[in-house]
Nanobody, 115 residues
Framework: QVQLVESGGGLVQPGGSLRLSCTAS????????MAWYRQAPGKQRELVAH???????NYVDSVKGRFTISRDNAKNTVFLQMNSLKPEDTAVYYC?????????WGQGTQVTVSS
């Protein structure tokens, strides 16, 4: 049984930081490209950051320079370090793992940026 379990969300003030984690089980983690998506109320889910199995990263323009995606294959975990958070970053953040046409999703973790 494949599971992706996110943690690290919460309430933070504008300008603050959070670190999201997603730990996978039931897959050979190192073979999978991993990504973070987010979905704000009334909006479509969007790709935030992506990391290949080889470690190449890319980001949506709105988070470049503020968010960093990384992975620890020994711990089957992908991270999203979020700095200089803005109210528009408020959303449910989802972890995604993909290899070829097979994709898995976590249950999501809420991030709220508000004063």
């Amino acid at each position: 049984q494949v599971q992706l379990v996110e943690s690290g969300g919460g309430l933070v003030q504008p300008g603050g930081s959070l670190r999201l984690s997603c730990t996978a089980s039931g897959i050979i983690f190192s073979n999978y490209a991993m990504a973070w998506y987010r979905q704000a109320p009334g909006k479509q889910r969007e790709l935030v950051a992506h990391i290949t199995s080889g470690g190449t990263t890319n980001y949506v323009d709105s988070v470049k320079g503020r968010f960093t995606i990384s992975r620890d294959n020994a711990k089957n975990t992908v991270f999203l370090q979020m700095n200089s958070l803005k109210p528009e970053d408020t959303a449910v953040y989802y972890c995604n793992g993909k290899r070829y046409i097979v994709a898995y999703w976590g249950q999501g973790t809420q991030v709220t940026v508000s004063s």
